[in-house]
């Protein structure tokens, strides 16, 4: 298992940054490995708190998959979290939450996985860092295409802890 988190500093709105990832259909269009997205019609669980499943495709050189999760928006809190349903991993569970900040917005994300293949696991933790933050330069890419260019955000705070 492998837990890696990321925080961030944005200069737009927690409001804002929480619509852009939580728009998950929209993701083929700015992260490249997300082939696709398809997501059923969201559940209101709550004031603010919609869960919707979603199947993904990703692609990229050497590995081809799709995988099921849950995900789970809370307007009000404005916390994102996903849970696995089913795919290629044993466990996979991330969180965003988005925080106020004098600088516009605090952007914590948290993911934690496990593949079922030993190797494919090994193999895609080595890396997993990068891409991760890779995914994180993609959502901010994406915010300035959306939002309009800002303060740039300040340096990432990065940890990876291995299980």
């Not at 349903?85 to 988005?98: C, D, Q, V």
């Not at 330069?137 to 990432?156: K, V």
């Amino acid at each position: 298992m492998a837990t890696y988190h990321v925080t961030r500093l944005l200069p737009y709105t927690p409001e804002q940054v929480f619509e852009l990832v939580g728009d998950v259909q929209a993701y083929p269009q700015f992260v490249p490995w997300i082939t696709s997205i398809q997501a059923g019609e969201p559940v209101q669980e709550g004031e603010g708190v919609s869960v919707l499943e979603t199947t993904a495709s990703v692609g990229f050189s050497f590995l081809k998959e799709a995988f099921a999760t849950r995900v789970r928006r809370d307007a009000v809190r404005r916390l994102i979290t996903v849970s696995l349903i089913s795919g290629p991993f044993r466990r996979l569970e991330n969180r965003w939450a988005f925080n106020p900040h004098r600088a516009g917005c605090e952007v914590v994300f948290d993911i934690d996985f496990q593949f079922k293949a030993r190797m494919l696991d090994l193999l895609l933790k080595a890396n997993f860092g990068f891409a991760v933050d890779r995914l994180i330069a993609c959502f901010e890419g994406r915010a300035r295409q959306l939002y309009g260019e800002g303060a740039s955000p300040t340096a990432p705070t990065a940890v990876l802890a291995p299980s």
